[in-house]
């Protein structure tokens, strides 16, 4: 199960109290004080690597405390540092208050480490507190409270290609053409459950071995999607950071005619977010290998041209087209910014 969003709840440990303590050497029957400092309280960090790309790590443990720090002793000796406590999630990851909704972090580069909560400082011993008035202080601080708090967790997958599209308009099927995926397919509608990440090798089509990108595939649009309906909706905010869009329509559906399909997914991807209505989108007809009407071919170029884009045909079943599709993209995020 896909877990893309998650509440924690998190405790820094306290700080460790100051030691009360005076010397005590054979030739030294009053000696002063040397309490050491108690240890700084563990913290908790939050860690970003490529190598997860779910939070399924905290289906199952939702609180997370780090050690308190150890108590000073006395010859000035520190108390030892509670253990940190490290978070490990994937990229895109966005960390928010849960109380407030302030955003503490956006972690979008692998290592990239942040400090969610501080754990306490340790406590001063009683030998800081002797003066000329006072030179046998028998008091220490009891050392500072770490910091607690509630946070959420939501994931933003990464990719610079997004898909939409109608349920069943091929668009597992196009990631597991031009990638190593291997989504679920089957003729029937919402196959894909939950986001699917692809990445591209142009090596594979004759490019350069050296250059790639990644394809993200979401659950099928249907009317109503921003608004809750259907399975798209949970998984829009996947295909937020894309650097462009693919909507794929279905060239062979009996039912939904092209204008209909555009239409529809646009508004939906317009009443999700205008950010992600926005961005670079390229039509693409798809299941060219199965259209038996030939006005629906002619209907879709003319909507292209209408928004002066290059008509886009492909095949899942045959391939027909899937090379010169990837090549235009490759040469489109080449001249696109990173971000």
Excluded at 95 to 124: K, M, N, T, W, Y
Excluded at 133 to 147: F, I, L, S, V
Excluded at 238 to 244: L, N, P, S, Y
Excluded at 304 to 316: H, L, M, V, Y
Aim: glycine share 14%; with cysteine; aromatic share 6%.
């Amino acid at each position: 199960m896909f877990l893309d969003h998650i509440t924690l709840h998190l405790e820094a440990g306290h700080g460790g109290p100051g030691a009360v303590s005076f010397r005590r050497e054979k030739f030294a029957e009053h000696g002063g004080p040397d309490g050491g400092d108690g240890g700084l309280g563990g913290s908790i960090h939050v860690r970003a690597t490529r190598a997860l790309n779910t939070l399924n790590p905290f289906r199952s443990v939702r609180q997370f405390v780090a050690d308190r720090g150890y108590a000073g002793e006395g010859c000035l000796r520190h108390g030892k540092d509670g253990q940190d406590v490290e978070l490990v999630v994937p990229l895109g990851t966005l960390i928010r208050d849960a109380g407030s909704g302030e955003i503490l972090a956006e972690l979008l580069e692998d290592g990239q480490r942040v400090c969610v909560v501080r754990g306490g400082r340790g406590g001063l011993g009683n030998n800081n507190f002797k003066s000329s008035t006072n030179r046998t202080p028998r008091h220490a601080q009891p050392g500072e409270e770490g910091e607690v708090r509630d946070v959420e967790f939501e994931l933003k997958l990464i990719a610079d290609v997004g898909l939409a599209g109608f349920p069943n308009a091929g668009k597992s099927t196009l990631v597991s053409r031009v990638s190593a995926a291997r989504p679920k397919i089957a003729d029937y509608p919402f196959t894909t459950l939950e986001p699917q990440l692809g990445v591209v090798s142009m090596g594979a089509f004759g490019g350069d071995d050296n250059d790639s990108f990644v394809i993200a595939d979401i659950p099928g649009l249907i009317e109503g999607a921003a608004g809750g309906a259907g399975l798209g909706i949970q998984f829009l905010r996947h295909v937020e950071r894309t650097r462009m869009l693919l909507q794929l329509v279905d060239l062979a559906d009996p039912v939904q005619e092209p204008e209909t399909a555009i239409s529809v997914i646009e508004g939906e991807l317009k009443a999700f977010s205008e950010v992600l209505f926005s961005k670079p989108r390229w039509l693409v007809a798809t299941k060219l290998d199965a259209l038996q009407d030939e006005d629906r071919r002619a209907r879709f170029e003319a909507i292209c041209k209408a928004r002066g884009q290059e008509p886009i045909f492909i095949s899942g079943v045959t391939g027909e087209g899937i090379r010169e599709l990837v090549f235009k993209l490759g040469r489109a995020l080449a001249e696109m910014p990173k971000s």
